[in-house]
């Protein structure tokens, strides 16, 4: 387990992080007031993520491929992708919470979310049936929860002995008032993604992982 504050690594039994003295139970953060979190501006957010990358590049596209070669290698599973692509996704944000802190990443991060395997299945189907559920609703409901509950794998991938319902229920607490900061976050990045089709599709080598570890900021930032 690792310590939400600072992103040391901890005993799983214990109450709180020796090195920052916060509390690890997940349910506590409901009580802090969110109005107080997610001050830092999404330009610094992104800003810093590029600072983070420095010395890390290597490992980060290291391990960007090796996700995409697996995911890929995964959707001819068809339906029954989700089996692996669910662990896999929570071992990325791991892998993408660690880069961004510093905090020895590793590409076998991207099999860690097998150590939370029915919570890490069973939220990410409850969350895109919600979601598709609200597309079916005339689109916006389904971007609203897509906000709402974006924040579960990181909180899987941080809490591995966390419930499944329990993960979706910290991820709207943590968003009430930080919606509209991630649709302005994720405009930012699909502008990245858009400039990189200038360059022929060779900037996105670059463009992942920064959004991938500006993603894993604004997470801190609001939590």
């Known amino acids: 387990m690792f310590c939400e504050k600072c992103g040391k690594e901890v005993n799983n039994e214990a109450d709180g992080c020796l090195s920052c003295k916060s509390s690890l139970d997940p349910s506590e953060e409901l009580n802090s007031d969110n109005s107080l979190k997610g001050q830092t ?11 983070e990358m420095s010395g890390q590049w290597g490992i980060a596209i290291g391990f960007m491929f090796l996700a995409m070669v697996i995911g890929i290698a995964s959707s001819f599973l068809s339906l ?14 791991r892998f993408w919470l ?21 919570t890490a299945l069973g939220a990410n189907l409850l969350v895109g049936l919600i979601v598709v559920g609200g597309m079916l609703l005339l689109i916006i409901p389904g971007i609203y929860w897509a906000f ?3 924040m579960v794998n990181y909180i899987i991938a941080e809490n591995p002995d ?7 229920v910290v991820s709207r607490k943590m968003m009430e008032g930080h919606k509209w900061k991630l649709f302005r976050f994720g405009l ?7 400039l990189c089709i200038f360059t022929l ?19 801190d930032d609001i939590k």
């Open 41 to 51: 501006k999404n330009s610094e957010l992104f800003s810093h993520a590029w600072k």
């Open 80 to 93: 029954f992708a989700i089996l692996i692509t669910a662990p896999l996704a929570v071992g990325q944000y």
């Open 98 to 118: 660690n880069i961004s802190r510093r905090t020895n990443p590793q590409i076998d991060d991207l099999f860690k979310g097998f150590n939370s395997y029915g």
């Open 148 to 150: 709402t509950y974006g």
């Open 162 to 168: 966390i419930g499944g319902n329990e993960s979706l």
């Open 188 to 194: 930012r990045g699909m502008a990245v993604i858009i």
């Open 201 to 219: 599709g060779i900037g996105l080598i670059w463009a992942i992982p920064w959004l991938s570890t500006a993603s894993a900021k604004f997470y």
